[in-house]
């Protein structure tokens, strides 16, 4: 199920597009995951939706940067982050229950294998990250109003992050063939987020509380 070349040219296609025409990216936001993976279409459109969450969390990270933004949009960004955030982590999960729902149809993966610190939705979200990276930098190496020396550092940045991307693709696939060999098992790891629950975040149920008792 898992081909890592093909879930990085799917990452790499979709920025690209989703550039070019950011309604894209909407659509695809508005989708649902799949329940269980039936056909590889099925898993690369559950890859699709988990980068779409770190596609929309990169540019709304950038308009909090925007010096001119006012503290009444850095606050209304700041939540924005906080549920795009949560729902990257979300997809990330998602990825590795879709997995483990299909390998538990071949009894896998193997309970007496030696456990993988890092499960393969979450190598995915790092290709996902770095694939805008390689293609916002890629985007600075060829900028033509850039101060001197501006092109060398990006093309020297570039290349460091696509020999990662390339270790990291190739450490998911080695994951993945093992996992199905029975040599190499993974768990659901979650997030457990704490800060956007009403009942775990302080500054929420405290200030909540406050204003009931008034």
Known sequence: MILADAIVELHDQRASLW???????????????ASKLVTVDDWLFAVALQHSANFSLWH????????????????????RIDRTNQRRNDLAEELDRLLLGWLAGKDLPNPQAPLNSESPGLMIDRLSILSLKIYHTREEAGRTDAPAGHSERNRDRLATLELQRADLAGCLDA????????????????????????SLNPAIYRELSSEQRR
């Open 19 to 33: 550039h070019l025409d950011q309604t894209g990216v909407s659509t695809v936001e508005n989708s649902h995951p």
């Open 60 to 79: 709304i990270e950038d308009e909090a940067r925007a010096p001119g933004a006012t503290d009444t949009k850095l606050a209304e960004v700041k939540r």
């Open 175 to 198: 994951l993945w063939q093992q996992t199905l060999a029975g040599a190499r098992r993974f768990k659901l790891y979650r997030q457990l987020k704490m800060y956007n629950d009403p």
